[in-house]
């Protein structure tokens, strides 16, 4: 497998490549819109076709959407099916499963950051965008509802084994990557 976490400092912004070098297929979580020249390579270098652009959670009205990644290399954009009607995207809700050559993304329902946040749960990890930062929570924003971030981050994040690894949307605090029981 292919797993590369790509940083970029100037916004402290996480974004994930994941490839099955069998298949060619490959996922890439909540990439920028100006990494799409670098993932465009990182796919090339690696002989990856993209499948999926999935995003953890999108803001209104800086509607995110696959940039430039969708229209070079075909894939689906993804997002969660509580975000609003008219931000399109194919609709993820919790207990769907994405597949990628012989591997499998399950998908999280986290509302409280937003409130159409999901996670990626892929074998032993999680990518919970904003829903949980190493040391908090992602910042509130217009559309955050505590109460639900409190709710998914306690009994859905946390419910998970403890050795699940989290990797977060942003790195505020100097880690990448944390674990369930940290």
């Known amino acids: 497998m292919i797993f590369r976490q790509l940083f970029d400092p100037a916004q402290s912004a996480m ?16 990439p920028l819109k100006y990494q799409a020249t670098l993932i465009l390579a990182l796919l090339a270098e690696h002989h990856l076709r993209l499948k999926y652009v999935l995003r953890t959670h999108v803001h209104r009205p800086d509607r995110i959407d696959c940039g430039d990644l969708c229209p070079h290399t075909g894939a689906i954009f993804v997002i969660g099916a509580h975000n609003a009607p008219d931000i399109p995207g194919a609709r993820v809700g919790g207990g769907d499963v994405l597949t990628f050559g012989n591997e499998s993304i399950a998908v999280i329902e986290t509302p409280g950051h937003t409130p159409g946040c999901v996670t990626y749960a892929w074998r032993d990890r999680i990518f919970c965008g904003d829903a949980l930062e190493l040391g908090g929570c992602g910042q509130a924003v217009d559309e955050t509802n505590a109460g639900a971030m409190y709710d998914s981050v306690r009994n859905r994040i946390f419910s998970l084994p403890g050795d699940t690894l989290i990797y977060p949307g942003h790195d505020c605090t100097g880690r990448t990557v944390s674990t369930v029981a940290e």
């Open 15 to 30: 974004t994930y490549l994941i490839g099955d070098p069998v298949s060619g297929e490959a996922v890439v979580v909540d």
